[in-house]
């Protein structure tokens, strides 16, 4: 029962309502514009000026019918995933040959331009319908003791005013059950229309799976050359340099031991120099601390070395998966780097969880935002890594306010 009064909270209502009316208005303009403009481009297109005003036609009912999936939120809670086939990279023809192969776009067509018309506005004049007999009925105490006399609302006796006084609320009630009901039915129907088919979903799911593989190789790609170059210029000079004041060292052990121990002594420093460069990179590469202790530990050692102060906040009552412990420490570490470096803030947070099975990342600062994911950039390589399993990354970075890195990671 109670989530059956769920449907019926009065914010519910309230969007049920919007959404039944907003219809009736949408029918009057899809029917008028979109069937003008059809028409008008088939019975020119023998004179080639039809052809550009199909092609504006498809592409605008193609809007309408997104427009229509985010609509559908209002009494479905959610967003209709989009139906259409992703098109083709380049080439114009191909693109638009793509479009017309597309059977969601005339699904489109035949949900904005017929179905759901006719359906919003039968709904429509049932919904105000209800409503206005409704509400007539539940006035009827107020208007009856001005009516004239002889009317038939004047010659109401005082238990007949009553009477249709309580109809009238039970109306209100109908008013309200039938509203929730054809709304949701509207947006049932946009749904069965609108919503991609088992092969269009599986179609977008193998191009996702071939996009986060694609972004997954080239990050793996990119960290490996990073490890060679920071490899290559930093420990590998270090060690050679090592190695030759040694050698030096070893020639003038016998005539000159002074010298040999001056060598040796900066031989020594230069090697711990190298171990230092070394354990820094093993630590980029795979810190042994998140290993052994977990994220809280691992998070608490980032926030140390970060320049800002930042406060943790890592509420995990168990460990997750090892591939999303290590993607989540690295959505922060290179946020927290990126915040150290580029965001001039004075303060960070930090904050994990678990929610309905998924690891949520979140690190904020008060900076001065305007970070964006851009191709090649750390950002992109953190959002690769993450969709790789099949998670999310969002970055909300308003100008002068602030950065938010969301990460959200499946952990079933």
């Known amino acids: 029962m109670p989530a059956v009064l769920h449907q019926f909270r009065p914010a519910q209502l309230w969007r049920d309502t919007l959404y039944v009316f907003g219809g009736i208005i949408l ?18 297109a023998v004179l080639t000026v039809g052809v550009p005003i199909l092609f504006f036609s498809l592409l605008l009912w193609r809007w309408g019918a997104n427009r229509e999936r985010e609509r559908a939120t209002l009494v479905l809670g959610a967003p209709i995933a989009n139906a259409h086939r992703p098109l083709p990279p380049q080439g114009f023809w191909k693109r ?8 969601a776009t005339w699904k489109d067509l035949l949900f904005l331009g017929l179905v759901g018309p006719i359906v919003w506005v039968v709904f429509g004049a049932v919904v105000v319908a209800l409503w206005a007999a409704a509400l007539a009925a ?26 249709i006084a309580v109809a009238g609320l039970v109306g209100i009630v109908l008013a309200l059950a039938a509203t929730r009901g054809l709304a949701a039915a509207s947006g049932a129907l946009a749904r069965s229309l609108l919503a991609p088919g088992d092969r ?12 986060t593989r694609a972004g997954a190789v080239e990050s793996a790609d990119a960290r490996l050359r990073r490890i060679e170059r920071d490899l290559h210029d930093g420990a590998q000079h270090r060690l050679a340099y090592v190695a030759m004041e040694l050698g030096r060292a070893r020639e003038k052990l016998a005539d000159d031991p002074e010298g040999a121990d001056r060598l040796i002594a900066e031989a020594h420093q230069e090697s711990k120099k190298a171990m230092v460069e070394l ?8 810190p042994s601390v998140l290993t052994d202790r977990g994220l809280d530990a691992a998070v608490s050692a980032l926030a140390e070395r970060c320049p800002v102060p930042v406060d943790v906040d890592v509420a995990l009552d168990r460990r997750p998966p090892p591939a ?9 570490a290179e946020a927290l780097t990126n915040i150290g470096k580029h965001a001039g803030a004075t303060h960070a947070d930090v904050r994990t969880r678990y929610d309905d099975g998924r690891l949520v ?29 099949d998670g999310t990354l969002a970055v909300d970075s308003p100008g002068g306010v602030g950065t938010t890195v969301r990460a959200e990671l499946p952990c079933r």
């Open 324 to 332: 999303v412990e290590t993607a989540a420490y690295y959505v922060i």
């Open 96 to 103: 638009w040959g793509a479009r017309f192969r597309d059977p």
């Open 200 to 211: 269009a979903a599986l179609e977008a799911r193998v191009a996702e799976v071939e996009a």
């Open 27 to 44: 029918a009057a303009f899809w029917l008028t514009v979109l069937w003008t403009l059809v028409s008008l481009g088939v019975g020119l």
């Open 138 to 163: 539940l006035l009827t105490p107020v208007f009856s003791g001005s009516a004239p006399d002889g009317s038939w609302l004047g010659g109401l006796r005082p238990a007949e005013v009553v009477g």
């Open 279 to 286: 354990r820094d990179l093993a630590r980029g590469i795979h």
């Open 361 to 389: 990342v979140e690190v904020a600062d008060d900076g001065s935002g305007g970070a964006r994911r851009t191709a090649g950039s750390g950002l992109d390589g953190l959002a690769q890594r993450v969709e790789a399993l």
